[in-house]
């Protein structure tokens, strides 16, 4: 499955953006789908994923409360709503899609395939 992460941008604290994975080659609803991200020198974190087949969607803590994750199976696509944004939330953001068991959901290891980044800049 080839995926493309689109949407980021720069936006000022508080602000919102909606990102998108589009998947193709293969079904994404097949795959358990995992959005990270990674700012400058730190290591890649985990965001939010849901597994394949299943509703429930994991977040990492500090976007709890803030970010959605969703997906439509029509557009083989998943989102990532991202509302009251801090500068703490700059990073390059990556769609993922593998079958990790659910042990390791927020493991970056356990997804196969990935997609090119966006950037996502908020300002203070």
């Known amino acids: 499955v080839q995926l493309q992460a689109s949407g980021g941008g720069l936006v000022q604290a508080g602000g919102s953006l909606r990102l998108s994975c589009a998947a193709s080659?293969?079904?994404?609803?097949?795959?358990?789908v995992g959005w990270f991200r990674q700012a400058p020198g730190k290591e890649r974190e985990f965001v939010a994923g849901?597994?394949?087949?299943?509703?429930?969607?994991y977040y990492g803590d500090s976007v709890k409360g803030r970010f959605t994750m969703s997906r439509e199976n029509v557009k083989n696509s998943a989102y990532l709503q991202m509302n009251g944004l801090k500068p703490e939330d700059t990073a390059v953001y990556y769609c993922?899609?593998?079958?990790?068991?659910?042990?390791?959901?927020?493991?970056?290891?356990?997804?196969?395939?990935w997609g090119k980044g966006t950037l996502v800049t908020v300002s203070s």
């Open positions: 080659g293969r079904t994404l609803s097949t795959y358990s």
């Open positions: 849901f597994r394949r087949g299943g509703g429930v969607v």
């Open positions: 993922a899609a593998g079958t990790p068991i659910l042990s390791n959901m927020r493991n970056d290891r356990a997804y196969a395939y």
